[in-house]
């Protein structure tokens, strides 16, 4: 069989049972002669196993190689080297040189715009719709020669981009942890030929060549202890090749045996690829998912569902990545002054973010579970679910918020320490710890979502607080009545009614604010024109300033604006501490430095840096080290502020007794609280302490309830179900606040709460019942037969 028809014929198949039968009938499949180690690694399997655990992560290596393909080959088709010195020094200045993309971003070119160019890369799925789903991926970037195809497509962590500056790739495995998730015999074809327009300047004599190859992975066998990849090639090692000015093998949605030619490039099919939870047409749940990964996506990418199951729908569209998604879909979907953006700074890493805050049930097409996203050239390294937002008191916007952080400017050390080269796990470290501690402040102090957290608590209790009065009072009679239960759950604690003093969660809804600033002021009372400051030692100072610029200022795609900070004369960013920006205040924590002393005074000057605007805003603040003070950091809402002779916080705003808001939840309203016919109580932490959403449809006890003929036993029944549910919740999460094990410091309280609630559900009324008819003389009868 010709090399060219078995390249065509490889294309055709949409099994791993078919290819298998393909090379079987050319003589490959059995024979070993034709398989070479990937890599030229016998020992590969291990390496190419400990990369991505999920197979979407995986599939984002493949489709960066191909963005990076593209961008190489328009670097060399102008005539330049892509490791030399005239060419483009970043991806956002190749974006903007070989593209014309202002400032280098994709959200600049239009709809239309986008669509043209992702052409150049198409991701297309074929195959079953339920079953064996394969991806194709097919790109116009450089394309290789077939002499090169081993030490570049076919090579195992060679450094064949660490030296380009330009492309969003930098850790080089070839893509090869997608292999992992194709089928049974991990199979993937490739076909790849060298795009005519680079010159030849290595005077290769398979220049105007194709070359096909399949991987596979080999079991184990004798004379060998571990499974391996290997690729096709010929008895010589060198790689299967044939000429052709095009090759029909580009899948397209007009049917399964329509192709578009193919000139150059790389074509890559991946067999029965392992997407579980994105199975159907891949526009939607993949498309949704590979934006999130690739949020700040360099070339936008065309998506084809080419499987007959889905003939007669949607079956093209273009993924542009999450922050351009945003972008367009801002009026829509984002709450008014969103997104709010800053920027933190750890170990001198500064790291700007943005902070989204999606509209009610409109999060579902961007995010499930991602809360915080930490990005690195367009390319995200790393996810923090929604459950973090639980620590800052944020749990009734969770699903709606989204944060961006762009670690974009670690040295190599610091992304090292934060992130793995799988690009899906972040390292524990002193570092993450640290950026997590940062983030956590600018979320809890950032107004606008205080304001939200509010205004979606007081929608969720209307007209259900007045429900748990019952509850509520049945509860604080029987904590009053017993001194043990009022020790563990009352002492010291306050909270609020949720619609008590709204006045503390307003803020203004009116803001407009303009593209640049217009005025960057201290605000407070200055002294010839200086903002005098006094801070312990052992503390941070914190300085607010008033401005009309938009909330997004900071960290925006186009022409956004730094904050520089000085001290004593001398730039001091990594004094710099979280800068947050909501609604006309930004609000700057400035690192107390090391080495001063109590008595000091130092001189710190910020200025604005925005290539659009002349004025550079400089404001001074002069800062006195005093003693040490402490404080304590635990529980309640309101204004923080340092006793030098109790140590101890004063609050505002405190009132009421210490109990929950218990809000009765029925049957139509699972989805909406995450619940099912087994949970029983689900815990909302709020910043007054917390309300607990109570299922009075779960299944045990209806059947209890069910069984109760009399009207007033019915009703002891209800409440037993309620306060002792209550009170269950109470004591875990007073235990996990109290807990001094380190193991319990991560524990997700929320979760925990409705694990044992829901656990203890089946045996909680049979129990109470039982105990309540408990007699000493049956105690004793019992202890009796032991």
Same mark, same amino acid.
């Given at each position: 069989?010709?090399?060219?028809?078995?390249?065509?014929?490889?294309?055709?198949? +949409?099994?791993?049972?078919?290819?298998?039968?393909?090379?079987?009938?050319?003589?490959?499949?059995?024979?070993?002669?034709?398989?070479?180690?990937?890599?030229?690694?016998?020992?590969?399997?291990?390496?190419?196993?400990?990369?991505?655990?999920?197979?979407?992560?995986?599939?984002?290596?493949?489709?960066?190689?191909?963005?990076?393909?593209?961008?190489?080959? +328009?670097?060399?088709?102008?005539?330049?080297?892509?490791?030399?010195?005239?060419?483009?020094?970043?991806?956002?200045?190749?974006?903007?040189?070989?593209?014309?993309?202002?400032?280098?971003?994709?959200?600049?070119?239009? =709809?239309?715009?986008?669509?043209?160019?992702?052409?150049?890369?198409?991701?297309?799925?074929?195959?079953?719709?339920?079953?064996?789903?394969?991806? =194709?991926?097919?790109?116009?970037?450089?394309?290789?020669?077939?002499?090169?195809?081993?030490?570049?497509?076919?090579?195992?962590?060679?450094?064949?981009?660490?030296?380009?500056?330009?492309?969003?790739?930098?850790?080089?495995?070839?893509?090869?942890?997608?292999?992992?998730?194709?089928?049974?015999?991990?199979?993937?074809?490739?076909?790849?030929?060298?795009?005519?327009?680079?010159?030849?300047?290595?005077?290769?004599?398979?220049?105007?060549?194709?070359?096909?190859?399949?991987?596979?992975?080999?079991?184990?066998?004798?004379?060998?202890?571990?499974?391996?990849?290997?690729?096709?090639?010929?008895?010589?090692?060198?790689?299967?090749?044939?000429?052709?000015?095009?090759?029909?093998?580009?899948?397209?949605?007009?049917?399964?045996?329509?192709?578009?030619?193919?000139?150059?490039?790389?074509?890559?099919?991946?067999?029965?690829?392992?997407?579980?939870?994105?199975?159907?047409?891949?526009?939607?749940?993949?498309?949704?998912?590979?934006?999130?990964?690739?949020?700040?996506?360099?070339?936008?990418?065309?998506?084809?569902?080419?499987?007959?199951?889905?003939?007669?729908?949607?079956?093209?569209?273009?993924?542009?990545?999450?922050?351009?998604?945003?972008?367009?879909?801002?009026?829509?979907?984002?709450?008014?002054?969103?997104?709010?953006?800053?920027?933190?700074?750890?170990?001198?890493?500064?790291?700007?973010?943005?902070?989204?805050?999606?509209?009610?049930?409109?999060?579902?097409?961007?995010?499930?579970?991602?809360?915080?996203?930490?990005?690195?050239?367009?390319?995200?390294?790393?996810?923090?679910?929604?459950?973090?937002?639980?620590?800052?008191?944020?749990?009734?916007?969770?699903?709606?918020?989204?944060?961006?952080?762009?670690?974009?400017?670690?040295?190599?050390?610091?992304?090292?320490?934060?992130?793995?080269?799988?690009?899906?796990?972040?390292?524990?470290?002193?570092?993450?710890?640290?950026?997590?501690?940062?983030?956590?402040?600018?979320?809890?102090?950032?107004?606008?979502?205080?304001?939200?957290?509010?205004?979606?608590?007081?929608?969720?209790?209307?007209?259900?607080?007045?429900?748990?009065?019952?509850?509520?009072?049945?509860?604080?009679?029987?904590?009053?009545?017993?001194?043990?239960?009022?020790?563990?759950?009352?002492?010291?604690?306050?909270?609020?009614?949720?619609?008590?003093?709204?006045?503390?969660?307003?803020?203004?809804?009116?803001?407009?604010?303009?593209?640049?600033?217009?005025?960057?002021?201290?605000?407070?009372?200055?002294?010839?024109?200086?903002?005098?400051?006094?801070?312990?030692?052992?503390?941070?100072?914190?300085?607010?300033?008033?401005?009309?610029?938009?909330?997004?200022?900071?960290?925006?795609?186009?022409?956004?604006?730094?904050?520089?900070?000085?001290?004593?004369?001398?730039?001091?960013?990594?004094?710099?501490?979280?800068?947050?920006?909501?609604?006309?205040?930004?609000?700057?924590?400035?690192?107390?430095?090391?080495?001063?002393?109590?008595?000091?005074?130092?001189?710190?000057?910020?200025?604005?840096?925005?290539?659009?605007?002349?004025?550079?805003?400089?404001?001074?603040?002069?800062?006195?080290?005093?003693?040490?003070?402490?404080?304590?950091?635990?529980?309640?809402?309101?204004?923080?502020?340092?006793?030098?002779?109790?140590?101890?916080?004063?609050?505002?705003?405190?009132?009421?007794?210490?109990?929950?808001?218990?809000?009765?939840?029925?049957?139509?309203?699972?989805?909406?609280?995450?619940?099912?016919?087994?949970?029983?109580?689900?815990?909302?932490?709020?910043?007054?302490?917390?309300?607990?959403?109570?299922?009075?449809?779960?299944?045990?006890?209806?059947?209890?309830?069910?069984?109760?003929?009399?009207?007033?036993?019915?009703?002891?029944?209800?409440?037993?179900?309620?306060?002792?549910?209550?009170?269950?919740?109470?004591?875990?999460?007073?235990?996990?606040?109290?807990?001094?094990?380190?193991?319990?410091?991560?524990?997700?309280?929320?979760?925990?709460?409705? =694990?044992?609630?829901?656990?203890?559900?089946?045996?909680?009324?049979?129990?109470?019942?039982?105990?309540?008819?408990?007699?000493?003389?049956?105690?004793?009868?019992?202890?009796?037969?032991?």
């Amino acid at each position: 069989m010709k090399n060219i028809d078995l390249a065509k014929k490889l294309v055709c198949t +949409e099994t791993e049972k078919d290819l298998i039968s393909v090379l079987k009938e050319a003589g490959y499949w059995d024979n070993y002669a034709y398989w070479q180690p990937y890599g030229n690694n016998e020992n590969n399997y291990s390496i190419i196993g400990n990369q991505q655990s999920n197979a979407d992560a995986a599939l984002v290596e493949k489709l960066i190689n191909s963005v990076d393909a593209v961008l190489m080959k +328009e670097c060399m088709i102008h005539g330049k080297s892509v490791s030399g010195p005239d060419a483009p020094q970043s991806m956002q200045a190749a974006l903007s040189e070989f593209f014309h993309m202002r400032n280098g971003q994709l959200m600049n070119l239009d =709809t239309k715009s986008r669509n043209e160019l992702s052409k150049n890369i198409i991701l297309a799925a074929t195959g079953k719709a339920h079953g064996e789903e394969n991806l =194709t991926i097919v790109d116009r970037g450089e394309g290789q020669t077939p002499k090169k195809m081993p030490q570049t497509i076919l090579s195992l962590s060679k450094s064949n981009k660490l030296k380009v500056p330009f492309v969003q790739g930098k850790f080089n495995m070839g893509g090869t942890g997608a292999f992992p998730f194709c089928g049974k015999h991990h199979l993937q074809l490739v076909i790849s030929r060298r795009c005519p327009d680079i010159p030849n300047t290595d005077n290769d004599p398979t220049f105007d060549e194709w070359s096909v190859t399949v991987v596979r992975k080999e079991e184990a066998r004798e004379g060998r202890k571990s499974s391996m990849y290997t690729y096709l090639a010929c008895s010589d090692g060198s790689l299967l090749t044939f000429k052709a000015e095009t090759m029909p093998i580009i899948p397209t949605v007009a049917g399964v045996d329509k192709y578009e030619e193919m000139v150059y490039g790389t074509f890559i099919k991946l067999y029965n690829y392992e997407l579980s939870g994105y199975k159907t047409n891949i526009l939607f749940g993949l498309n949704y998912r590979l934006s999130l990964l690739i949020p700040d996506l360099a070339h936008p990418i065309r998506l084809r569902e080419c499987r007959p199951t889905y003939s007669g729908h949607t079956l093209e569209a273009t993924l542009n990545g999450m922050v351009t998604r945003l972008y367009d879909d801002r009026e829509d979907n984002i709450e008014d002054n969103f997104p709010s953006s800053g920027s933190i700074n750890v170990d001198g890493q500064e790291m700007p973010f943005s902070i989204y805050l999606f509209k009610k049930n409109k999060q579902s097409n961007y995010r499930k579970k991602d809360g915080i996203v930490y990005i690195m050239n367009g390319q995200t390294q790393g996810i923090e679910n929604d459950n973090f937002f639980n620590r800052v008191n944020l749990s009734y916007i969770k699903s709606s918020l989204l944060v961006l952080v762009d670690c974009s400017k670690f040295d190599i050390n610091h992304q090292e320490a934060m992130f793995m080269t799988s690009r899906d796990r972040i390292r524990t470290s002193d570092f993450s710890k640290k950026i997590e501690t940062q983030l956590e402040k600018v979320l809890r102090d950032n107004q606008g979502l205080k304001k939200a957290e509010h205004d979606r608590r007081t929608a969720a209790l209307k007209d259900k607080v007045a429900d748990n009065k019952p509850l509520k009072n049945v509860l604080e009679n029987i904590l009053h009545k017993s001194p043990v239960l009022s020790k563990l759950f009352i002492a010291g604690t306050t909270i609020r009614s949720p619609f008590a003093n709204e006045q503390a969660a307003t803020v203004a809804d009116t803001f407009k604010g303009k593209n640049h600033p217009t005025f960057f002021r201290l605000k407070g009372k200055l002294k010839d024109g200086k903002l005098n400051k006094h801070a312990p030692i052992n503390h941070d100072c914190r300085v607010q300033f008033e401005t009309d610029v938009q909330n997004d200022y900071f960290n925006r795609p186009i022409d956004s604006g730094g904050l520089i900070l000085c001290m004593d004369g001398v730039e001091r960013q990594d004094l710099k501490g979280p800068l947050n920006l909501y609604n006309g205040i930004a609000t700057l924590t400035i690192r107390m430095p090391v080495g001063v002393s109590v008595g000091d005074t130092h001189t710190f000057m910020t200025k604005i840096k925005d290539d659009c605007v002349v004025n550079d805003f400089e404001n001074t603040i002069i800062l006195a080290v005093e003693e040490a003070q402490e404080y304590d950091s635990s529980g309640g809402q309101g204004a923080r502020t340092f006793s030098k002779n109790t140590g101890k916080k004063d609050t505002q705003n405190n009132g009421g007794i210490a109990l929950p808001e218990i809000i009765p939840i029925r049957k139509d309203e699972w989805d909406e609280y995450d619940m099912n016919q087994y949970s029983a109580l689900k815990y909302v932490p709020t910043d007054e302490g917390g309300d607990y959403y109570l299922n009075m449809d779960n299944t045990y006890f209806l059947t209890e309830l069910n069984s109760v003929r009399d009207s007033a036993k019915s009703e002891l029944t209800k409440a037993r179900y309620s306060t002792s549910m209550a009170l269950i919740g109470m004591s875990v999460i007073g235990y996990y606040k109290g807990s001094k094990k380190p193991e319990d410091k991560d524990v997700d309280v929320q979760n925990a709460v409705s =694990t044992v609630s829901t656990m203890l559900s089946p045996v909680l009324i049979p129990m109470l019942e039982t105990m309540a008819d408990l007699t000493l003389n049956d105690t004793t009868q019992a202890l009796a037969a032991v």
